[in-house]
């Protein structure tokens, strides 16, 4: 499973941190759950990272320049937050 870690500055930009591939080499954590839970113990309870569904993932797989790429991986983001934000009382 991929996921997408990253930070909202103070004016509600987004910056991306890092891309991780949480699935573990000996397959035992496959959907990368293991993982998300301990990204869960930190300050920010995961709401920093988004999980890349298997058809984005694909998506990103074949694109062919870099602001597809990026497009893709904002509308992922934006997703997560909106997702996010809807749920904080």
Known sequence: MLFVEYDVTADGAIELVALINA??????????????DWRRSHEDAGHGCAAVAPEDLALMEVAETPDRLRAIVERVLLADRRTKEETVP
């Not at 699935?23 to 998300?36: F, N, R, T």
């Open 23 to 36: 699935v573990e080499q000996d397959g035992a954590d496959p959907d990368g759950q293991a993982w998300l």
